[in-house]
C-alpha cells in the first residue's frame, strides 16, 4: 500500500526538528530525516508516518506506536525496550542492533525488512506478520506469539527457547534454521518437509543418537 493510500494521509504535516521525550506526534510525516542519540523515551506516534528516516542509537524506550507506517526506514543499535506497536505496518526497512524485548506488537505487518541482531526476548506479538523478511540471529526467547506467521520468510539463527505460541504458523517460512530452543516450538505449525529438515536438531536436543 502507498502511503497516499492511508486513511490519514491528507493530514500528514511534515515533521522538523529533533525527537523529544514523552511527546505527543499526532499526523506528523517523518521524510527522509536522520537521527542519531536522540532521547524520545515514552513518546507517542499517533497516525505518522515514517519514510526514508535514518534512527542510530536512538533511544525510544516505553514508545508507542499506534497506526504507523513505516517505509525503507534504517534502525540501527536502538533502544525499543517495553515499546508498544498497534496497527503499524514497516515495509522495506532494516532493523539490526535493535533491543525490542518486552515490546508489545499487536496487528503488526512486517514486510521485505531485515532483521539482523534483534532482542524480542519476554515481548508479546498478536497477530503479526513477518512477510518476504530476512531474519538472522533474532531472540523470541520467553516471548509470547500468537496468530503470527512468516510468510515467504528466512530465518537463519532465530531462537525461540522459552517462548509460548499459539496458532504460530512456520510453514510458508522459505528457510528455518534453528541453533537452540526447539522446544519452545511448541504449538507452531511446520510442513512435513520442515520436520525433516528439523528432524536432526530436534533429536539433538532430545538427547536422541541416530546411528545407521
Known amino acids: 500500500m502507498p502511503l497516499a493510500d492511508l486513511p490519514y494521509a491528507h493530514l ?5 526538528g529533533p525527537l523529544r521525550r514523552d511527546h505527543r506526534y499526532d499526523t506528523v510525516h517523518f521524510d527522509g530525516l536522520s537521527f542519531e542519540g536522540e532521547q524520545a523515551g515514552g513518546a507517542l506516534f499517533l497516525e505518522c508516518a515514517f519514510t526514508e528516516v535514518a534512527l ?41 542492533g535493535v533491543s525490542a524485548y518486552g515490546a508489545q506488537l499487536r496487528r503488526v505487518t512486517v514486510r521485505q ?24 540471529d533474532v531472540d ?14 528466512s530465518l537463519e539463527e532465530v531462537r525461540f527457547g522459552g ?13 528455518l534454521l534453528l541453533p537452540d530452543g526447539h522446544e519452545g516450538l511448541r504449538g507452531a505449525l511446520i510442513s512435513s518437509a520442515q520436520l525433516i529438515e528439523l528432524a536432526p536438531q530436534f533429536a539433538q536436543a532430545l538427547g536422541v543418537q541416530v546411528r545407521d
Open 12 to 16: 500528514l504535516q511534515p515533521h522538523d
Open 113 to 136: 525488512c531485515k532483521l539482523e541482531s534483534v532482542n524480542l526476548r519476554g515481548a508479546v506479538l498478536r497477530e503479526v506478520v513477518f512477510e518476504d523478511c530476512q531474519l538472522r
Open 163 to 175: 517462548a509460548k505460541l499459539a496458532k504460530t504458523d512456520l510453514r510458508g517460512a522459505s528457510r
Open 140 to 153: 523470541f526467547g520467553g516471548a509470547k506469539l500468537t496468530d503470527v506467521s512468516f510468510p515467504g520468510s
Open 56 to 96: 542510530t542509537e536512538v533511544k525510544l524506550r516505553q514508545a508507542r506506536f499506534n497506526e504507523v507506517w513505516l517505509e525503507r526506514c534504517r534502525l540501527v543499535a536502538c533502544e525499543l525496550v517495553e515499546s508498544e506497536w498497534q496497527d503499524a505496518t514497516a515495509q522495506g526497512g532494516l532493523f539490526a
